[in-house]
Structures are given as C-alpha cells and as structure tokens.
C-alpha cells in the first residue's frame, strides 16, 4: 500500500502510507494520528493479515498492530466519524 490511501467516504479523512515508510491519518491536512515508522525502511507497505495490521519494509516487520484472535475477512477501513476501522466481514469488531 506504499503511497496508496483509505479514504472516508465523506472525502475528510485519510490514511495513508508515505513513502518515508511513515503510516498517517490525517483529517484533510491535519495530522490525527501516526506510527512514527518514518525512516524505518525503504519501499514500506500496509499488510492486513487475519492477524492484524503490519507495516513492512522490503526486509523486515516495521510496525504491527495484532489482534488476539484470528478473523478470516478483515477490512480496512477509514469512517466519517474520523476513526479507522478493521471489520470482520464474518463479524463486527
């Protein structure tokens, strides 16, 4: 997801991973919240696994935000109401 970006359906906020390898979301231009993984890798993407969500580099784990049980239909997702999201498309989180 290097540069890529989960957009709200309200178009207001965004989550976006930065080439700087660095995971952002932002409400239009104001930073809500980050990972503080800047410079931590190089070709950096967002990986959503039935585990959880993790940021790799081209050689390593940079970040990762594990759940405690396995979901077999995650989904990513930024809402109007300014938070990020996983759903179990199986069930709610």
């Known amino acids: ?3 890529n970006t989960i ?3 309200n178009g207001i906020f965004k989550l976006i991973m930065q080439k700087d390898c660095n995971l952002v979301f932002y409400e239009v231009h ?8 800047n410079g ?4 950096c993407y967002l990986s959503l696994r039935s585990s959880g969500l993790y940021i790799f580099s081209s050689v390593k784990e940079v970040w990762r935000f594990a759940l405690k049980n396995r979901h077999s239909k995650l989904v990513l997702m930024a809402e109007d109401d300014g938070n990020v999201y996983l759903y179990d498309m199986e069930k709610h989180l």
């Open 1 to 3: 997801m290097e540069g």
């Open 7 to 9: 957009i709200s359906p």
């Open 30 to 37: 104001v930073v809500l919240w980050v990972a503080d993984t």
């Open 40 to 43: 931590r890798g190089e070709g």
